[in-house]
């Protein structure tokens, strides 16, 4: 059972749920929405210089290729563990994007 506190993106402070999609970093496993995860990345890709491709994860600065990685996934276990009701058509929207751009 998650807490009230967990259930909340620890940077935008909105309620998982419906289009606030739960997003597990890959390297440390902390947990912010889709919205930020991808603000903070897409962010980062537009301030690199010359021919930089490294971006760093929000919390604990692990490095990945900007354009060949993500460093977050949307967290299915966190999301089917609280029970919370998201929609993913944006998040897949997105993704799909992504892949083809």
């Known amino acids: 059972m998650t807490t009230k506190a967990s259930r909340l993106c620890v940077i935008c402070t909105n309620d998982y749920g419906g289009r606030i999609v739960p997003a597990m970093l890959t390297c440390c496993m902390n947990h912010v929405c889709y919205d930020c995860a991808e603000s903070d990345r897409s962010r980062k890709i537009t301030d690199l210089e010359g021919n930089r491709k490294l971006i760093r994860c929000i919390f604990c600065n692990q490095k990945y290729h900007c354009s060949k990685e993500t460093p977050w996934k949307v967290n299915n276990h966190f ?10 058509t944006f998040v897949r929207e997105t993704q799909a994007a992504m892949t083809a751009g």
């Open 79 to 88: 999301i089917e563990e609280s029970g919370i009701d998201v929609d993913l």
